[in-house]
């Protein structure tokens, strides 16, 4: 693997120049939704913010819900490591993190709730490595000796209480306070 390697894109390996133009669309697409809202955003718009051609742009992201998806999994990518305790002072950390992670941007939150239930082949890559994060974040959190069920039942948690959120029946918020109270039940 060549040291020019700094990240990896749904799409393909990027040396360090391709990979500061994907950071700068992905930023660029915050601006946006911040902005216009998931229904403003364009993948056009998002490259003319960026300063990049829209062909370039389509280089890197197959459609406004991939770039969306990407700026979700570079987020959770970036939280740092959990440590194995298995307390469930951990486990309710480990859920806070992932569900604040865009709570502090209603118009973000919704555009990565609605971005992440496209169907692209893109985006069902990036979901599965959402998820498969997510789960070792919750091993993890749960340590060494952890249940099986007992996983299953704080990640079955954390996507219903993320549908929640997405429908806005609470807020992302909201949803990390009464993730807590689950875990807590749970992890007893």
């Known amino acids: 693997m060549s040291s020019d390697v700094v990240t990896e894109s749904t799409r393909r390996r990027l040396n360090r120049r391709q990979a500061d133009t994907v950071r700068r669309l992905t930023d660029a697409a915050v601006e946006e939704v911040r902005e216009s809202g998931f229904e403003g955003l364009t993948v056009r718009n998002v490259a003319r913010r ?3 051609a829209p062909a370039t742009a389509y280089t890197y ?3 406004k819900n991939h770039l969306v998806t990407e700026v979700f999994w ?3 990518s970036a939280l740092p490591p959990i440590e194995a305790t298995g307390e469930a ?3 309710i950390t480990a859920l806070r993190e992932i569900a604040l992670l865009v709570a502090d941007e209603p118009r973000l939150a919704a555009a990565c709730t609605t971005a992440m239930l496209g169907t692209d082949p893109d985006v069902q890559e990036l979901r599965l ?3 498969l994060s997510i789960r070792r974040r919750l091993r993890t959190a749960l340590g060494p000796a952890a249940d099986r069920k007992v996983l299953d039942a704080l990640e079955i948690a954390y996507a219903g209480a993320l549908v929640q959120a997405g429908m806005g029946y609470i807020s992302y918020t909201e949803t990390a306070d009464r993730l807590a109270e689950v875990a807590e039940l749970i992890v007893r």
Request: glycine share 20%; proline share 0%.
């Open 50 to 52: 960026a300063g990049v």
């Open 61 to 63: 992201f197959s459609s």
């Open 129 to 131: 490595r959402i998820g």
């Open 89 to 91: 002072g951990q486990v």
């Open 74 to 76: 570079r987020r959770l």
